[in-house]
């Protein structure tokens, strides 16, 4: 069964950065789509960002200009570039990678990350 281990949450003070990663515990095959999720507190998990297997990336209106979703094919780590955090960037955050024809989805274990002053 493959794992996916997210690390680089924190707290982190409003404006400030973070770069979340995703590593795949062995390497995943026939990769359709990667992302990141988030969900804060009492509401519902949200789509932050997706990259597909072509390279098209694809971001929630709410952090478009601030993140940055990628890749590392090679070693199946997918990151994601938090700059000018906002308090409201605050939530657990979630990669999952999607194969291609049903073969499978996987999820991380969700790593936290506070913005506050």
């Known amino acids: 069964q493959v794992q996916l281990v997210e690390s680089g949450g924190g707290l982190v003070q409003p404006g400030g950065s973070l770069r979340l990663s995703c590593a795949a515990s062995?390497?995943?095959?026939?990769?359709?789509?990667m992302g990141w999720y988030r969900q804060a507190p009492g509401k519902q998990r949200e789509l932050v960002a997706t990259?597909?297997?072509?390279?098209?990336?694809n971001y929630a209106d709410s952090v478009k200009g601030r993140f940055t979703i990628s890749r590392d094919n090679p070693e199946n780590t997918i990151y994601l570039q938090m700059n000018s955090l906002k308090p409201d960037d605050s939530a657990v955050y979630y990669c999952?990678?999607?194969?291609?024809w049903g073969l499978g989805s996987y999820w991380g274990q969700g790593t936290q990350v506070t913005v506050s002053s």
């Open positions: 990259i597909t297997s072509g390279g098209t990336t």
């Open positions: 062995r390497t995943i095959l026939n990769i359709n789509t």
């Open positions: 999952y990678v999607v194969q291609a």
